[in-house]
């Protein structure tokens, strides 16, 4: 879902900006620089461990500079995510490739979801020609899989509520982490997109078009398995029964007007019906779980509410 509406609704002071880095001298001072213009004074960048002294041009430009634990960007956004103690975080990229004059947007509408993805529509000539395709497929498996409108999940910007990132069950390690965030919140239909401007980068790239994006696309399909595994099945039935059927029907045809039979062709169609048919059990069976975990989770919120809206009370001992 791509909202354009533009209505500041949370302040800067609620803001927290994000920008893990590894190694990013040309770009981050600049980035800083920007953000201290557009007034977000609360810049918090996560080094992993620059070598390059991005960590002290971070830190003469007045920003918070922690050190993060773990490794690669999930590692930083753990760190980050600790660290925050302002009730929103926008994460993005150091490198000078994402435009702050485009936060706005995505604070308009912060308070309605736990993420808001600033989709790259502005500028996405600076991007290579094979980046560009990769991130089209990638973008068009990840919908197909968790059915939802979302053009740019790859985007390194974009705002989250920091409560809901506590929540988050990070398994990923690199440049999959963008991913795994949208394939949780996409699950629970809290995350929207805004679209932002992007700039050519700053620095050297890291990112290997061919490696990282086949990394990211084996991650999306371990992720619609964790998080919406009844599109994931059902796809899989679809696949396996329409041929499945197909085969049968020919292996038939060739039985009742030719006197001719395949059992080559029967020990196929059965095969394939043997995996639609598990598929379905495991889809089934994904149903059930989730209307279990939806009953919890109100039930659990519920209990929450009650606790917070009750007067409490001091007990004394009686003597």
């Known amino acids: 879902m791509l909202l354009w509406v533009v209505r500041e609704i949370i302040s800067k002071d609620d803001l927290t900006i994000v920008l893990p880095i590894l190694n990013e001298k040309e770009g981050v001072g600049k980035v800083i620089e920007e953000l ?23 830190a003469r430009n007045g920003a918070r500079v922690v050190e993060q634990v773990g490794k690669g960007k999930t590692g930083a956004l753990l760190t980050a995510v600790k660290a925050v103690k302002t009730p929103y975080m926008l994460v993005m990229d150091g490198d000078f490739t994402y435009d702050p004059s485009c936060i706005k947007r995505m604070m308009a509408h912060a308070s309605s979801y736990d993420e808001i993805i600033g989709a790259r529509t502005d500028g996405r000539a600076h991007i290579p020609m094979v980046n560009r395709v990769g991130n089209h497929l990638l973008n068009w498996f990840f919908r ?8 740019d999940v790859c985007s390194g ?24 965030i949208a394939s ?29 994006g086949l990394r990211i696309g084996t991650s ?27 085969i049968l029907a020919w292996a038939i045809y060739e039985r009742l007007f ?30 059930l779980i989730q209307r279990v975990e939806r ?21 004394h001992p009686t003597p």
């Not at 992007?198 to 990282?212: D, Q």
């Open 157 to 180: 910007m974009y705002l989250l509520r920091t409560k809901a990132a506590r929540r988050l069950d990070f398994t990923t390690g690199g440049f999959d982490v963008e991913v795994e």
């Open 258 to 287: 030719w006197n001719v039979l395949r059992t080559d062709y029967v020990l196929l169609a059965f095969m394939l019906f043997l995996i639609a048919a598990q598929a379905l059990s495991v889809a089934t069976t994904s149903i």
């Open 295 to 315: 009953r919890l989770r109100a039930t659990l919120s519920g209990e929450t509410r009650r606790e917070l809206s009750e007067p409490r009370t001091r007990r």
């Open 36 to 58: 201290n213009g557009y007034g977000y004074k609360k810049i918090l960048v996560v080094d992993g461990y620059s070598s390059d002294g991005s960590r002290e041009i971070a």
């Open 184 to 212: 949780q919140f996409a699950s629970e239909g809290r995350v929207a997109e805004v679209p932002v401007n992007y700039r050519p980068r700053l620095g050297v790239k890291k990112l290997s078009s061919f490696r990282h």
């Open 144 to 151: 197909a899989l968790f059915a939802v409108r979302l053009s």
């Open 220 to 246: 999306i399909v371990r992720l619609a398995n964790a998080y919406n595994p009844v599109l994931l099945y059902s796809g899989i039935i679809a696949v396996a029964i329409i041929p499945s059927v197909a």
